[in-house]
Nanobody
Framework: EVQLVESGGGLVQAGGSLRLSCAAS????????IGWFRQAPGKEREGVSC????????YYANVVKGRFTISSDNAKNTVYLQMNSLKPKDTAVYYC???????????????WGQGTQVTVSS
């Protein structure tokens, strides 16, 4: 059974940092890509970043480039999203998802975690 469990969300002031974790199980971690998405109230879910565990490729949405860093620990089957210089507009529920390759389209992913809330105060 595929399972993705996010953690690390919380409340932080603007300019602060958080590190999200996505612990994965139930599939061959090295063969898949893990994407991070977020959804703010009243808005559509949007792609934030993705890492392809098969070749190490990484992708970032323009709005987070230079502030967020995605990394993967294949020994722990865990993907991290380091978020620095956080802004109030980064406030959302953050989800991780798994698919064969990276895509910014949520519909491309079959399995999702439960999400973790990130709130950035001004």
């Amino acid at each position: 059974e595929v399972q993705l469990v996010e953690s690390g969300g919380g409340l932080v002031q603007a300019g602060g940092s958080l590190r999200l974790s996505c612990a994965a199980s139930g599939f061959t971690f090295d063969d898949y890509a893990i994407g991070w998405f977020r959804q703010a109230p009243g808005k559509e879910r949007e792609g934030v970043s993705c890492v392809s565990n098969s070749d190490g490729s990484t992708y970032y949405a323009n709005v987070v480039k230079g502030r967020f860093t995605i990394s993967s620990d294949n020994a722990k089957n865990t993907v991290y999203l380091q978020m620095n210089s956080l802004k109030p507009k980064d406030t959302a529920v953050y989800y991780c998802a798994v698919d064969r390759s990276c895509s910014s389209t949520p519909a491309a992913y079959d399995y999702w975690g439960q999400g973790t809330q990130v709130t950035v105060s001004s």
